[in-house]
């Protein structure tokens, strides 16, 4: 049904009757259903990805007095749902902070209430339709910690509750012939206990539970498992951080949103033609059908560079966050300033949540121009690899070519500039007249002064009918 309605345009037109006035002056009669469409068909990816392109969350803002004015608790929690599945960045949500808060509040008290239910349904709501909103709600870094700060003997309430949720239902996820509610329900559950393990501080409180680790290493070794793969690297990491690290061969891990392909294959491209460093990136050795985070996981780790692609979209994927989260974590033992260059894939890009802001903000940034090309040669300036050796050219050398051009008419000179790869030479520039200050690049430290002038500038005239070399 809700593919029907997004094939006919029915968000377009929802979205001109929320601006209407009619709208406006039925908000008693029509608002909460209205807002409610609106709120069911943002679960879909496709409808989200449409209101986004409307603005939809700009226009539902322009009605936040008027829906404030009815003072309607069922309308109100309507809105702050439609707001958290409409979000695009943390500036969004946190000019409706209070509001979104006390709606992820109802939201998690709910939960509770829902999960004593035998059918796992309360008030209407299904189990997974609540904590799938919880975990775009908990895209945000002040509403997860908000949740999640209630304590008790310096334990979290909230995380004693959904591991334990978790283990009275991971066994969905096991049954052949499953429930599918139940089993989205373990789905989105297992993305919530995601974002919690990639904050430290509320990691350990996971690892803590025996039974949790026992459960989700289980998970970890089956087939398309990928959150509980992460959640099972993520623990792992934190078991084994006083580990020796080993000896590694240079390579680069890139780490991009899918909606960012294109350009991440342009750089790659581009990177390739100006270094020898291999390039690991998961469109090239990952089928999407694979178990994706066991690949990206072990190619991180020993990735001695990793270079983020930032967009919009990065900072909107919660597989983002953790896979940020863990490249982070791994981080000490890569080089402090070029172990991790971030790359913008837009224009005039910010960090739109504040978690990617929190994780990147003091790392080397490259910005974004028209010019790929241009922006895989400042990455190479960033890694150190493009920088050579450089010797001015000795003072007899512009002697002897100042001397030649005056006694020849037809004189040439041509700097060669020797290009590490491939080991091609390339001809510079070529004048009739050469400044004694031409820099000239060195070939080879084992090269002579004399054999490098050989290989670098060649002479030739003619004079009296005679050419010399």
């Known amino acids: 049904m ?72 069922d309308l109100t929690d ?23 808060l006390n709606t ?65 239902l991971y066994g969905a996820l096991l049954d052949p012939e499953p429930d ?19 904050y430290p501080e509320y990691l350990k409180q996971l690892i803590d539970n025996h039974q949790f680790c026992i459960i989700i290493e289980s998970l970890a ?22 580990e020796q690290k080993k000896e590694r061969s240079s390579k680069i891990y890139i780490s991009y949103d899918y909606t960012n392909e294109e350009f991440c294959k342009e750089l790659v491209k581009e990177l390739r033609k100006r270094m020898t460093i291999p390039i690991w990136v998961d469109y090239e050795n990952v089928d999407l059908s694979d178990d994706m985070w066991e690949y990206i996981s072990s190619n991180i780790e020993s990735a001695t560079v990793v270079i983020i692609l930032v967009s919009t979209a990065y900072g909107e994927s919660t597989d983002k966050f953790q896979e940020l989260s863990y490249i982070i974590s791994t981080n000490k ?16 890009f910010t960090f739109n949540r504040s978690w990617m802001k929190d994780l990147l903000h003091d790392k080397t940034m490259v910005s974004y121009e028209n010019n790929i090309g241009q922006m895989a040669w400042n990455v190479c300036e960033q ?8 010797m001015k050219c000795l003072s007899w050398i512009s002697k002897s070519v100042r001397r030649k051009t005056a006694q020849s008419n037809d004189f040439s000179v041509k700097t060669l500039k020797l290009i590490s790869q491939n080991d091609k030479v390339y001809s510079q520039k070529e004048s009739s007249q050469v400044d004694g200050s031409t820099d000239f690049l060195l070939v080879s430290e084992t090269h002579s002064s004399q054999s490098i002038v050989t290989g670098l500038v060649t002479q030739t005239g003619s004079v009296s009918g005679s050419t010399w070399v």
């Open 2 to 73: 809700v593919s029907i309605c997004i094939d006919v345009g029915y968000i377009q037109k929802i979205i001109q009757w929320i601006r209407s006035d009619i709208f406006a002056s039925h908000i008693s009669y029509i608002g909460n259903p209205i807002i409610c469409i609106v709120y069911n068909l943002s679960r879909d990816k496709t409808g989200l990805k449409q209101f986004r392109t409307e603005k939809a969350f700009d226009i539902i803002m322009e009605r936040k007095q008027l829906i404030n004015n009815e003072n309607n608790s």
């Open 78 to 100: 309507s809105y702050g749902r439609v707001l958290i599945a409409l979000a695009t960045s943390d500036e969004q949500s946190e000019d409706n902070k209070k509001l979104i």
């Open 104 to 168: 992820t509040e109802n939201l998690y008290q709910l939960c509770k209430k829902t999960d004593q239910q035998d059918d796992l349904t309360f008030e209407g709501y299904h189990l997974s339709e609540l904590l799938e909103l919880l975990d775009r709600a908990f895209t945000n870094t002040y509403v997860i910690k908000h949740i999640l700060e209630d304590k008790i003997n310096e334990k979290s309430t909230a995380i004693q509750y959904f591991t334990e949720l978790f283990l009275s």
């Open 180 to 198: 599918e509610l139940e089993k989205r329900a373990v789905k989105y559950l297992l993305r919530i206990l995601l974002q919690i393990s990639s």
């Open 221 to 242: 070794n089956r087939p398309k498992r990928d959150d509980a793969k992460r959640i099972w690297c993520n623990i792992q990491q934190i078991m084994s951080t006083n």
């Open 333 to 348: 033992s890569r080089d402090e300033k070029k172990g991790l260059i971030v790359v913008a894939t837009e224009p005039n």
């Open 383 to 390: 890694l150190g690899i493009l920088k050579k050796p450089r």
